[in-house]
């Protein structure tokens, strides 16, 4: 994937088509010319003007899309609920890009995991214990969207994110597929020390492909999803490292 297709995925890029021969010429040749090196010119202003924002790329990968160096050599998860996308969807977008950046990356997904049995239950002290990540990025909220009372899910969120230890940590919001009830906005206010992402908050009118079932994003629903994660993700500043325990005994010990 070129970094025009990538940069595409978050409504960056113009398209560039390949011009048809024509019987007509002179003004029509003229006009196609023009729209060419118009499109040229609005493609690399977009990659000029992203190089700006991801302040800690170094480089391109294959994929056309920004490796992000301060996660090098990191151990990160990707874990929730069937929005992970397994082996593909938003799964799929995430690593390669992390593998990219020379991180190891790591995923698991519970289908149909309530908020609830996230915070309750054993399911996120396991796998940390499992995976010791540095990195945790959650997507977690899509089978809770039809709470008509998201207030209710706030000890849920709170008590999720408790489990991650103080890890840097991302919550990423589903994509809704019906009408919201707060539920993504109750996230928002309660995620914290978590960053949050939401896809369509971000990029209002971003279509999300998805499955068969009218829900799940496609690979090339992920793709797009995890491209938009991708550009947040390099707008965000390494966490302050912790602070620095004091020795035994302070600075009067023998």
Known sequence: MSTCTWLAA??????R???????????????????????????????????????DATQFADGGYPI???????????????????????????????????????????????????????YLPKLLGRTNPDVVILTLGANDVFMPHPEYLIPHIEGAVRKLKGKECYWVAP??????TGVIKTISEHAAP???????????????????DGIHPTDEGGELWG????????????????????KDGGADAR
């Open 10 to 15: 978050v409504g960056a890029c113009s398209s």
């Open 17 to 55: 088509s390949i011009p048809q021969k024509s019987a007509d010429s002179g003004a029509t040749a003229a006009t196609d010319a023009s729209e060419r090196d118009t499109a040229d010119a609005t493609a690399d202003a977009s990659v000029d003007a992203l190089a700006d924002v991801v302040t």
């Open 175 to 180: 994509p809704l597929w019906k009408p919201d």
């Open 194 to 212: 978590c960053r949050f992402f939401d896809v369509l908050t971000d990029h209002p009118g971003l279509v999300i492909p998805r499955r068969n």
């Open 68 to 122: 992000l160096s301060r996660f090098a050599g990191k151990r990160v998860l990707h874990c929730g609920d069937s929005f992970v996308g397994g082996a593909g969807g938003l799964t799929r977008a995430l690593e390669q890009r992390f593998r990219g950046s020379s991180a190891k990356f790591m995923h698991d997904s519970q289908t149909s995991l309530f908020m609830h049995e996230a915070a309750q239950g054993d």
């Open 227 to 246: 491209g938009a994660f991708w550009e947040f993700l390099a707008t965000q500043p390494a966490p302050e490292p912790p602070p620095e325990k004091p």
